[in-house]
């Protein structure tokens, strides 16, 4: 009874895990079929970070239309992440150097920000801490904004010590422009078609970042980099010499809940496809095209700011040995093992079948030759003792049964046998008593 409700149980359970499997696939299938839509929280429309968004998503939608990306104008990298956070959007567009919240999850840097601060040429201010009182055309508000106040911490300053002027990007620029602010301050590539403009009028020049390394030790998302002499103008150069300034990846941010296969397609499409996404941008924004060159893996920062989305993170390692090539000498040996201690246990099996056999033959030929015993007797005591050596047998039988020195099948034929030396045995007895006492003898 033990023995079938083992095999009741094991059978439950092989069903069980059946189900689990075929419930598992189902599930998976559906996954793979549903279409997957994401909202990307862009930044401004003119932005290259907008610029570069919506080129992926042409892309992505073009190869993998079970994916479909919505882009978001946003007011900046706040906006942008506060969008993330709550679940309005499923990727963003943000500066490093503005931490998002728990939410977020990295998937690449997109390129590098250059802090850019600009006066009219006839400024006096020679450095940051000229700025002190001046009006400063910059929205009070988005990353660009978090950016300045930091950098102005560096050199004693708060944000009262200045004039803002500008409630969006667009205003601040006409404002700087029609000369209702003293200077501007821009988070962007280098190579801006907003900043490009300014230059171009002729009437700006730019102002050094200096002390970046040091700026790094409070804000460990601050690069030290340099405004290459000409970046935006050859002849005359502007500016008219290498200046020094501050760096901050742009990155592309996911929430941990967004679909972990999209999101790997999403970052194979990024890092694997960037002359197609290249050809959706104009030609004419070839300084925004150029970016793409700079697109990369995040690299480790011992903790700071988001991890890896899983999804990107399996793209990262699309090429990394697996467990098992990573470990193969312990693999083939554990292999070994397994196989040789498969071999002794079939083995130990074997002899154990031969065993059970090998007792079941014994008690069937003890069996066989009592039977034949008792064809040849000719009394009652004679056949009550080999009744008696029957019985014992099947009881020796029934013992190592039990005990599994016999298998149900060796017992079965052992059994079979047993059943015809007692029928012999009981004819025998009917032939040899008188029928009047026939009755009292038979068991």
């Known amino acids: 009874m033990a023995k079938l409700e083992f095999n009741k149980v094991l059978l439950i359970a092989i069903a ?14 559906f996954r793979s079929s549903k279409t ?36 978001l104008e946003t007011g900046g990298t706040v906006e942008s992440l506060n ?46 801490a000229d700025l002190r ?29 200045f004039r803002f002027v500008g409630s969006t990007d667009e205003a601040a620029d006409e404002a700087f422009s029609n000369g209702q602010a003293d200077a501007i301050f821009r988070v962007r590539a280098l190579g801006n078609p907003s900043v490009q403009q300014l230059v171009e009028s002729g009437k700006v020049r730019f102002i050094p970042l200096e002390h970046a390394a040091a700026m790094k030790i409070k804000q460990p998302a601050f690069n030290p980099s340099l405004i290459p ?22 990155t592309l941010l996911a929430r941990v809940d967004a679909n972990e296969a999209a999101i790997r397609t999403i970052t194979g499409v990024l890092m694997e496809q960037r002359q197609e996404i ?52 312990y693999v083939g040996l554990l292999l070994t093992v397994v ?40 009394s009652l005591a004679s056949l009550e003792d080999i009744w008696r050596e029957l019985l014992a047998i099947f009881s020796e039988a029934v013992h190592d049964l039990d005990a599994d020195k016999l298998s149900e099948e060796s017992f079965d034929s052992f059994r079979s046998i047993l059943q015809i030396a007692m029928d012999a045995t009981r004819d025998r007895r009917a032939l040899l008593a008188p029928s009047s006492s026939a009755a009292g003898v038979v068991r």
Do not use: C
């Open 16 to 29: 069980a895990a059946s189900l689990s499997v075929i419930a598992g696939l189902a599930v998976a299938f």
């Open 36 to 71: 997957q839509r994401l909202t990307l929280a862009a930044g401004s429309s003119s932005g290259e970070s907008y610029i570069l968004g919506n080129a992926l998503k042409k892309v992505v939608e073009r190869h993998y239309p079970k994916i479909r990306i919505a882009l």
């Open 83 to 128: 969008m993330l956070e709550d679940g309005r959007a499923q990727l963003a567009a943000a500066q490093s150097d503005v931490l998002p919240g728990p939410a977020a999850r990295v998937l690449a840097i997109l390129y590098d920000d250059a802090f850019q601060l600009l006066v009219l040429k006839e400024s006096p201010v020679r450095n940051f």
């Open 133 to 161: 009182g001046q009006r400063i055309a910059l929205a009070q508000s988005g990353g660009q904004f978090q950016s300045f106040l930091r950098v102005a911490e560096h050199f004693g300053l708060q944000q009262g010590d």
């Open 229 to 250: 002499e000409g970046a935006y103008l050859g002849s005359p150069p502007v500016p008219d010499r290498d200046l020094p300034t501050v760096a901050v990846h742009r």
């Open 278 to 329: 290249m050809e959706e941008i104009p030609e004419r924004l070839t300084e925004v095209r150029l970016l793409l060159a700079q697109v990369r893996r995040p690299e480790a920062q011992a903790g700071i700011g988001p991890p890896l989305h899983p999804g990107a993170l399996s793209f990262y390692d699309k090429d990394k040995p697996s467990f098992l090539q990573a470990n193969a000498d």
């Open 339 to 378: 196989l040789m201690a498969a071999s002794w246990i079939w083995e130990l099996k074997r002899w154990m079948q031969r065993q059970q056999k090998s007792n079941a033959d014994e008690y069937s030929s003890r069996v066989v030759a009592l039977m034949n015993s008792a064809q040849k007797v000719n």
